[in-house]
């Protein structure tokens, strides 16, 4: 049986809180909630998972750069280190995937620091202010960039 092309989905810091932070702003659903809805998901577009957490930029640089050869694409909420990391956006323009950048809030419509984000720059796609939904609209985004002529579901 082949291989499903793997999505990485990254999570960065505070997104473990997500149900118990601020949920006016990030929803009400856990961090637990949304992979279980990106796996069921990834599997009825075809394709494998890795989802993961760090509070530890260092740590997020080091997956980017294992993503290079490992996986078909990259789903990527930075959270606050989308605004402050220039080391992140240098990992995901290492590994030369396709990435979509996901925010659960509007971004343009809260602070005027956080209106702008560095992994943009390598960012194929942003989704941001659909919630957990804009997890999913990454997903299927993805199979079609890694697979424009397979039908999706």
Excluded at 32 to 53: P, R, S, V
Excluded at 129 to 139: C, I, K, N, P, V
Aim: charged residues 20%; glycine residues 8%.
């Amino acid at each position: 049986m082949a291989k499903l092309p793997t999505i990485l989905v990254l999570n960065g810091p505070n997104l473990n809180m997500l149900g118990q932070r601020q949920p006016e702003v990030y929803g009400r659903e856990s961090l637990d909630d949304i992979a279980a809805a990106c796996a069921k998901k990834a599997k009825a577009l075809g394709l494998g998972l890795d989802f993961k957490q760090s509070n530890i930029e260092g740590e997020m640089v080091t997956w980017l750069q294992q993503a290079r050869g490992r996986h078909a694409g990259i789903v990527i909420n930075p959270a606050a280190y989308g605004h402050t990391s220039i080391a992140l956006l240098d990992a995901l323009l290492v590994t030369e995937l396709p990435v979509i950048e996901v925010h659960l809030s509007n971004i343009h419509r809260r602070e005027p620091f956080r209106h702008q984000t560095y992994v943009s720059q390598a960012a194929t796609g942003v989704i941001c202010g659909l919630g957990s939904q804009g997890y999913l609209l990454a997903l299927e985004a993805m199979a079609n960039l890694i697979n424009p002529k397979k039908a999706r579901a």
